[in-house]
Every structure is written in structure tokens, then in C-alpha cells.
């Protein structure tokens, strides 16, 4: 059986959707359910799980709520709790951490192997909660997906591909604070890779990544095109505060691992929206 912790969220909700589509039995909890944070209500929710199970962990203090310590010590007790009072029941864990954990400066291409840098608490709160995972000594396999800004059906143009088509739209306008290469996911190719770990549980650090970034510039080309509509682009001399430079992946881990994951370009991603958009 699948858990999917945070499954009303976009990615969790589209995990469940497409987990229940390919006939895997699967559940979902929500801060409704349970509060991850509270070690004892964790411990009654567990009470009522009966079958073993593979859980994925979407649940997390969001980013834009994530400004000071608290959300460190938040992000690190859900996976210290869902463990602890899971251990007997839980045959494999994933969990959905962040590239944000490599600071705004990295080297590049990036791999697991480059230096975490964190730069504001979401991030350190991810690095932290990847670390609390490392350290328990259960023996089932434990899988960490370090994801960059994930798109699709269902963001509610929280998406940078989304927003740029939604002001392509709205006002034929698209500014931007800089140029930098950013490399984005689209939600349904991340649930397949998920899925795949669901179904052949792979321990082990991951950056999930199409591996071919595209400037700002770029992106908001094709969105401004997909909207039908002349789209001004233009720059702010006001760069974003934290604002990451360039980001570009070395995959190759992740495509020894998972030869079969094969993720639109952010370009096909694009293409592949304009029909939901256009609907």
C-alpha cells in the first residue's frame, strides 16, 4: 500500500490521482487528518494504519510560511515522527526535499555531490529533515528527490511556466528581475518517477532534474507564444533578494538509477500545457 502524506496538495494530489490510475492501492492524509508536528496524534494515526506500506512525505511548512527557526524544528518533526511511530509498518520512505539546498551560488552543473549550501530557512529546514531521515537506523529503504520548481495541471499559476502564460494572458506583460537558467519539472513526469521508486524502492539521494535549462527569457518566450497574444518582456534593474544564479544539473545519477524516466524538456512541457490552458 502507498501513504501519501500532504496528498491535498499539488504534488500529493496528483501522486494519489495518478497512483489510483495505475491500480495501486493507495491512501492519503492531510494536516486534517493528522498534524504531523504533534508526535501523538502521529502515533493514533499509525494506530490506525493496518497494512505495511511505502509512504511518501509531501507534507512540509511551506516556503513562503518558512521564516524563521520554527519551520526547521516543524519540518524536522514530521519525519522524526512519521517514522518513529511507523516503524514496524513503514517498508520503504520517500521524501520530497529541494534544490533550494544548494544555495544561490552553486557550482555548476550540479550533483548530489555538491556542497549544500542553504540560504534561508526552508531550505536548512529541508537539509535538516534529510539528515533526521539519514540517522534513524531502520533498515527499509529510504529515498530523498531533491526537486526544483515542479509544474503542471493544478498549480494554481504558482508555477513560474504558469504565472509567465498567466500574465502573458492577462496583461501581455512579462518582467523579470534577471536572466538566469532555471531547470523545471512538470508534475506528471515527477509522480512517474515516484512511482517507479514506489514500485522498485531505490535508496539513496537523487536530484531530479530534466537535465536542459532554459534562461528566464526563454520560458516566458514560450509561454508569451502559447497565450496568442504579443508579450512584452522586459527587466527589472531590482534583483530578487535570495534570488539563485544560474542553475543547471548533471542527471547522469539519476538516469543510471532510473534508466526509463525520461521527462518533457521545459519546452514540450510548455506545449503540453497550452492545451490545458487553452481549455
Not at 498534524?35 to 511505502?54: M, N, R, Y
Not at 500574465?167 to 512538470?186: F, M, P, W
Request: aromatic letters at 8%; glycine letters at 6%; charged letters at 20%.
Amino acid at each position: 500500500m502507498l501513504l501519501v502524506l500532504g496528498h491535498t496538495g499539488f504534488i500529493g494530489s496528483t501522486l494519489l490521482s495518478k497512483a489510483h490510475s495505475m491500480g495501486i492501492e493507495a491512501i492519503g492524509a492531510s494536516r486534517k487528518n493528522v498534524d504531523l508536528c504533534d508526535a501523538l496524534e502521529v502515533a493514533s494515526f499509525w494506530e490506525k494504519i493496518k497494512a505495511p506500506c511505502t509512504v511518501v512525505i509531501c507534507a512540509v511548512r511551506n516556503k513562503k510560511d518558512c521564516d524563521d527557526v520554527s519551520c526547521v524544528a516543524d519540518n524536522v518533526a514530521m519525519v522524526r515522527n512519521v517514522m518513529n511511530s511507523g516503524r514496524g509498518k513503514i517498508t520503504s520512505l520517500i521524501y520530497l526535499s529541494t534544490v533550494d539546498v544548494y544555495g544561490s551560488n552553486p557550482k555548476l552543473p550540479i550533483t548530489e555531490k555538491s556542497d549544500a549550501r542553504p540560504q534561508h530557512y526552508y531550505a536548512l529546514s529541508k537539509l535538516a529533515a534529510e539528515c533526521a531521515i539519514n540517522f534513524e537506523d531502520d533498515a527499509y529503504p529510504k529515498t530523498i528527490f531533491r526537486l526544483p520548481g515542479i509544474y503542471g495541471e493544478g498549480d494554481s499559476f504558482q508555477s513560474i511556466i504558469s504565472l509567465f502564460y498567466k500574465r502573458s494572458v492577462e496583461t501581455g506583460k512579462i518582467s523579470l528581475s534577471g536572466n538566469v537558467l532555471r531547470d523545471y519539472v512538470y508534475v506528471g513526469d515527477l509522480c512517474n518517477l515516484i512511482l517507479q521508486c514506489v514500485m522498485a524502492p531505490l535508496p539513496g539521494l537523487f536530484n531530479v532534474a530534466t537535465g536542459k535549462s532554459l534562461s528566464l527569457e526563454e520560458i516566458a518566450h514560450l509561454a508569451g507564444k502559447i497565450s496568442n497574444r504579443h508579450t512584452e518582456i522586459t527587466f527589472s534593474s531590482v534583483a530578487s533578494k535570495g534570488a539563485a544564479l544560474d542553475l543547471t544539473f548533471d542527471i547522469s545519477h539519476l538516469k543510471e538509477h532510473f534508466p526509463k524516466w525520461n521527462p518533457m524538456t521545459i519546452a514540450r512541457g510548455v506545449s503540453h500545457m497550452s492545451s490545458f490552458w487553452l481549455s
